[in-house]
């Protein structure tokens, strides 16, 4: 069971994600009014380009945010999520996270989050019928 201490933690550690992922809705959408396929400009029109890199960074913001590694926002909710006999690990991760997370920036975040984030992309386009 939550206590309402850990229950405020992952709420707050969960706004910036949540912001992130209506953002990226909003950017579909708004993608979705302004791509016109064969129309005129097509790619090379500024706010089609705007509004597809908005929703990639906010696919990637959310995703990466929530990567349970300290300082990201996924540690605090791990942090919310576990219960007191195992907060250790939260205490191995803030000991070790910042060597972790660049480690995982350098070497593994293309390979292991690059098609996680193009399927939630892709996902997004489609649903909003853009593509």
Known sequence: RLS?????????????????????IISAIALS???EPG?????????VRFLFT???????LTIFNL???????GSRILSAALPPSKQHIVFWLDRWGFILLLVFVFVLFGP???PV???????????FGVI
């Open 67 to 73: 990567i349970p590694i300290p300082p990201l926002d």
């Open 54 to 60: 908005s929703l990639q960074l906010n696919v990637v």
């Open 4 to 24: 309402s201490k850990r229950f405020g933690v992952a709420i707050v550690a969960l706004a910036g994600p949540v912001t992130n992922v209506l953002l990226a």
């Open 39 to 47: 129309g005129p400009g097509g790619s090379e029109n500024f706010l």
């Open 117 to 127: 984030i193009t399927f939630f992309v892709d996902l997004l386009l489609n649903l």
């Open 112 to 114: 292991v989050l690059g």
């Open 33 to 35: 009014f302004a791509f």
